[in-house]
């Protein structure tokens, strides 16, 4: 027997025949819109990790002012934010980034380095060894990356002169080389060949002893943080800021002038000396001005980042141009 | 819905909407402060990837259609043309502030002829003596006449033979700003290298097509000699 019963979905519900004859494209449709949404979502997300401030560390005991240092009310000093947010490390990537997201792996106790070649005092030194018996100075300097921006830091440090005078190096030592640390297992950067590592840097014997000069362990009157090169780092002011070699493990005292990785890596753009110098350019950007953190305003690059006074003697007779 | 009706009124806004995401996603974080403490920086490398990246996806259309036999992708294809155009323009805008106006000196005040030709002639100077900046220019400016000849009446007016070859510039507007990108970068060329295979593989599709066409057409040619 036939029961007529009546439907049970209203025909305004019934998809329309088109739609449905249709509806693979629709699918298809439909997912090529997630699907580009979610493109543009985790794309900028991915971009733009923004850099993280490095936390507060440890205050360090009974810093010094130095007059080498510039007056605050000459220049403004650069924030911490600033500071440890926005740096080139590439051991940790790339990126401005990558080392204040990266770097907090990195294990600095127990830190030893090793000094090496033309000096009396060879040997494994801990950073303990290193530190004692020297007073630490504020030192707030001009920092110029090669890439034309700038801040202005206050490291804590002591001058490299010290370290280099307790090393007792010998009369055939010319040269200081520095070494970065490469760790496999904290810096990713290193397992990609951007450079050859470990990163090496030097400085002639001479201005390795200038009172500018500074072996820094901390700023802001805190513990160095990590991603602007803890526990131990170079810094030479009047220099591109690629010169401060980072997490040293290795001081070596050499007769014959080191290759730094920079030059090794371009040797027409990036020389040993790599003195800031507004006159000689970069070969694919000007080094005449720069941006300093923190400013819309350019500036106008200083002779030797502002302490030709005190430095220009070093190169007396040296073609700063062929000599970059 | 027809699918007709789905593309045009849902899918094409859902995408002309999200290709301004990354401007407004850019704008957000500059004034709440979320770039890095280079903001300058971030929103010249920003516009200038995302120029690149929508060059790279228009030029992926055709070559996406022929492989999956999807044709009404082609109707995204102009859209994301200007979109590129759109992101170049900016990056030249935030390069000219940014980078040139904020190098200048202001001998007779910021509002002034005297700024306004020191512009001019700082970034023409700078177009000339960079070679990266020479080609990233000359990337922008291959995009200008296929921005204007993308309506409908421009395409009439050339006819569509003619229209198709101009058009082909973009091909060389990929490269161009490949090469802008590549000549940039410091040491870590991997970004680049990236890009040039995307470009590689979307311009090789083409020419491996265009052989294949011609091979066929060889093939199916009378054996008789044509006349001139």
Redesign the interface.
């Known amino acids: 027997m036939l029961i007529k019963k009546p439907a049970d979905i209203p025909y305004s519900e019934v998809t329309?025949r088109?739609?449905y004859v249709?509806r693979r494209?629709?699918i298809?449709?439909a997912a090529?819109?997630a699907a580009?949404?979610a493109g543009?979502?985790s794309i900028?997300e991915t971009?733009?990790a923004?850099?993280q401030p490095a936390p507060h560390g440890r205050k360090l005991d009974g810093v010094k002012k130095s007059p080498l240092s510039l007056a605050p009310e000459q220049e403004k000093t650069n924030t911490w934010?600033?500071i440890t947010?926005?740096n080139n490390y590439?051991e940790f990537g790339?990126d401005?980034?990558s080392p204040s997201l990266v770097a907090n792996k990195l294990k600095t106790e127990p830190w030893s380095v090793q000094v090496e070649g033309e000096c009396a005092k060879r040997g494994n030194y801990s950073l303990d060894d290193i530190l004692k018996g020297v007073a630490l100075e504020e030192r707030i300097y001009r920092h110029r990356c090669v890439?034309a921006?700038s801040m202005v830091i206050p490291w804590v440090g002591f001058p490299l002169s010290e370290l280099i005078k307790k090393a007792e190096p010998t009369a055939k030592a010319k040269f200081v080389e520095f070494t970065t640390l490469v760790d496999y297992g904290t810096m990713p950067g290193v397992r990609?060949p951007?450079?050859r590592w470990p990163y090496v840097e030097g400085l002639r014997l001479d201005e390795a002893m200038h009172p500018l000069a500074i072996m820094a362990v901390g700023l802001y009157g805190e513990v160095l943080p990590k991603q602007n090169g803890a526990p131990l780092r170079l810094v030479v002011p009047w220099k591109y800021g690629f010169k401060g070699a980072k997490s040293i493990v290795r001081i070596r005292f050499t007769e014959r002038q080191p290759m730094n990785s920079?030059q090794e890596?371009?040797p027409q753009e990036y020389g040993f000396y790599s003195n800031v110098n507004p006159n000689v350019d970069h070969p694919?950007?000007t080094q005449a001005?720069e941006?300093r953190?923190?400013e819309?305003?350019?500036r106008k690059t200083l002779m030797f980042n502002g302490y030709a006074d005190q430095v220009q003697g070093l190169y007396a007779g040296l073609d700063l141009k062929r000599n970059y | 819905?027809?699918?007709q009706n789905?593309?045009r009124f849902?899918?094409k806004p859902?995408?002309c909407a999200?290709a301004l995401?990354?401007l407004a996603?850019l704008t957000w974080?500059g004034l709440t402060g979320?770039?890095?403490?280079?903001p300058?920086?971030d929103l010249t490398n920003?516009t200038g990837?995302w120029a690149l990246r929508f060059l790279a996806i228009s030029l992926a259309i055709t070559p996406l259609r022929r492989v999956t036999g999807?044709n009404?992708v082609i109707r995204f294809r102009r859209m994301l043309g200007l979109y590129a155009f759109f992101y170049g323009v900016l990056h030249f805008l935030v390069y000219t502030i940014?980078d040139r106006f904020?190098?200048l000196d202001f001998p007779d005040g910021m509002a002034s002829w005297t700024t306004a030709r020191n512009l001019a002639a700082s970034v023409g100077e700078d177009i000339y003596k960079?070679?990266?900046i020479t080609i990233g220019f000359t990337a922008l400016m291959l995009m200008l006449p296929l921005a204007i000849t993308s309506t409908a009446g421009w395409i009439r007016r050339l006819g569509g033979k003619r229209w198709n070859a101009l058009h082909r510039l973009a091909y060389v507007s990929g490269i161009a700003a490949v090469v802008h990108y590549y000549?940039?970068v410091?040491?870590?060329v991997?970004s680049p290298l990236l890009y040039a295979a995307v470009m590689a593989v979307l311009l090789g599709a083409r020419v491996y097509w265009a052989r294949m066409k011609a091979a066929s057409v060889a093939r199916s040619a009378p054996a008789v000699p044509r006349r001139a």
């Not at chain 2, 979320?34 to 280079?38: A, E």
């Open positions: 329309d088109k739609l249709n494209d629709f298809r449709a090529g819109v580009a949404g543009v979502v900028s971009l733009f923004a850099g934010d600033q947010s926005y590439y790339t401005k980034d890439e921006w990609q951007v450079l920079w890596s371009a694919r950007w001005s941006r953190i923190g819309f305003f350019k | 819905m027809t699918t789905v593309l849902v899918v859902a995408v999200a995401g990354p996603w974080a979320n770039l890095s403490v280079n300058l920086s920003e990837l999807w009404w940014a904020a190098g960079r070679p990266f000549w940039l410091k040491a870590d991997r």
